[in-house]
């Protein structure tokens, strides 16, 4: 069958897409060998340069390993849309999914910025200091725009590749009727659950505190939460992926705890101020956090938008509960059944 253009275009793009994170892998590679590596000005009266905090270059090599895996999908993907592989039409609708979510998270986050006035270096002279707002304001809206522009395709995937003369294309490849009990909402939640699980793990190792219900975590205690989520993570996306109801109720009770956790947030901003500073001592003198008037607006945005998105999928986890019963076999008869 031949292949319609919309696919070939979509192969292109998710293939440039994986290329541009094969160079976001290289450069945080780079960056992580260059940190404390790089010479002052050495102009005289010329301030020294912060210095880089040791653990740096892990977090950079570790995002180094997550772009490279991304790329990887992609292009994986890529080949499969060019061949017709009806997995990569499911891989690519997941794919969509992610970047329709990151796109409208990060838009939203972004839109919430450009609201908040930016924070002013105590370098900057008051008389400039309106026309740095001004640019400020106007990188955002550029930022933005390709948050928008990320959002908008992956919207258009979720769209094209649901058309039926599409699913027609793909209809021939192996698996068809192996996978057809499966809703594509669940399948989207099960590998997002399995990304999940990665993050996870790699978050135990990155030198940042976990919040959870309003308490603080360092050290092992931190590890030992994250490898929990991890393992949690893992077993949602199998049961999701299988069917299997045990995977269903673990996934309703790990929202359910991931809205609780919003709503405690939610509730006492202070406390999601008090964890900001810890990183922000962690980060320092890296960067300068915002006001705390700030941090509020966003944090309170952002977590809003979080139990928005817990609702929507215990939502879809309680609609979709008919795909997890398995199918009752016809009774034997046994008169039949005798020889």
Do not use: H
């Not at 972004?110 to 740095?132: F, G, H, I, K, N």
């Not at 359910?256 to 003198?285: C, F, H, K, T, W």
């Amino acid at each position: 069958m031949k292949r319609p253009f919309g696919v070939t275009f979509s192969a292109i793009l998710l293939l440039l897409g994986s290329l541009l994170q094969l160079l976001m892998a290289f450069l945080m590679a780079l960056s992580g060998a260059l940190s404390g590596k790089i010479p002052s000005s050495g102009l005289p009266g010329a301030p020294a340069p912060p210095p880089m905090p040791n653990w740096m270059p892990a977090v950079m090599y570790v995002l180094c390993a997550f772009f490279v895996a991304l790329a990887a999908w992609g292009i994986l993907t890529s080949v499969g849309l060019f061949r017709l592989r009806r997995w990569a039409r499911y891989s690519v609708l997941i794919i969509g999914g992610g970047l329709a979510l990151i796109g409208l998270v990060s838009l939203l986050s972004t839109l919430m910025m450009l609201a908040v006035p930016p924070p002013m270096p105590a370098s900057v002279d008051a008389y400039q200091a309106p026309m740095v707002q001004t640019m400020t304001k106007f990188i955002f809206a550029i930022v933005a725009f390709l948050y928008g522009i990320v959002c908008a395709v992956g919207i258009s995937w979720l769209v094209y590749f649901n058309l039926k003369r599409v699913r027609e294309v793909f209809a021939g490849a192996p698996g068809e009727a192996a996978e057809s009990r499966r809703p594509l909402l669940i399948s989207v939640l099960a590998v997002l659950s399995m990304i999940g699980a990665g993050c996870c793990l790699l978050a135990a190792f990155i030198p940042f505190p976990a919040a959870i219900l309003g308490w603080i975590l360092y050290g092992w205690g931190k590890v030992a939460l994250y490898l929990v989520f991890a393992g949690v993570e893992a077993a949602v996306g199998i049961g999701l992926w299988r069917l299997e109801e045990w995977g269903r109720r673990l996934a309703l009770g790990a929202m359910a705890l991931g809205l609780a956790n919003s709503v405690v947030y939610l509730a006492r901003p202070s406390l999601m101020l008090q964890y900001s500073a810890e990183v922000n001592r962690l980060i320092d003198p890296m960067q300068s956090p915002l006001p705390a008037q700030s941090q509020t607006i966003l944090y309170s945005s952002s977590l809003g938008f979080g139990v928005l998105l817990s609702i929507a999928i215990l939502a879809v986890l309680i609609y979709c509960r008919g795909a997890f019963k398995r199918p009752v076999e016809p009774p034997r008869n046994e008169a039949t059944a005798l020889p």
